[in-house]
């Protein structure tokens, strides 16, 4: 059986004043795969999810996305682009409840609120306790799962996860781990982890 490619890397070269950030010759990474990048601090993974994630385009080189080539990635349309989410290491979060951050994705979309939907993402990241809260008022780990949330409530063909478990204790590792293991299973998504 083929495999449907979602990313393809062709000569990708990201420079940033003088300095090559990201030297990649090829890349593949395939539909409903768990693609870990692993690497030391400053050797451009954070770089490679934003261009994966279509939020900046390679200086040099052609970045392939579910078969459509993309050298500047402001050409990308949006159906494209809301394909796929990254949840960065260090999320930020809007002023106001747990629940009105989760939700605010599908505001953005003109989705109806989908109180089930919501409601069990809550539950499943053990937030259900704290959904009325003011995300100010939130542990470093309860915001985490937030941001988890709110990437996963638009149910993305691709997720993108920059270090999401850093300097994390081990109950809100686990919790973070298992959802997205379970999304990966459910969802059959193709999942990036930094």
Do not use: C
């Amino acid at each position: 059986m083929k495999r449907s490619r979602v990313y393809a890397l062709d000569h990708i070269r990201q420079v940033y004043a003088t300095r090559t950030t990201l030297d990649i010759e090829a890349l593949e990474i395939y539909a409903g795969e768990i693609f870990v990048i692993v690497g030391p601090s400053g050797a451009g993974k954070s770089t490679l999810l934003r261009l994966l994630a279509l939020l900046e385009s390679p200086t040099n080189g052609a970045l392939h996305f579910f078969g459509e080539s993309w050298a500047n990635v402001d050409k990308v349309p949006l159906v494209a682009r809301r394909r796929v989410t990254l949840l960065f290491q260090r999320p930020l979060l809007l002023n106001g409840t747990v629940r009105a951050n989760v939700e605010y994705p599908l505001k953005l979309r003109g989705i109806g609120k989908t109180q089930t939907l919501i409601s069990n993402l809550l539950e499943q990241l053990g937030l259900s306790k704290v959904a009325n809260a003011k995300t100010a008022s939130l542990s470093g780990g309860e915001l985490q799962r937030v941001a988890l949330a709110r990437a996963l409530v638009i149910e993305p063909d691709v997720l993108l996860l920059d270090e999401p478990t850093a300097n994390l204790d081990p109950y809100n590792v686990a919790v973070i781990e298992q959802m997205i293991q379970s999304y990966h299973r459910t969802r059959s998504a193709t999942v990036v982890i930094v």
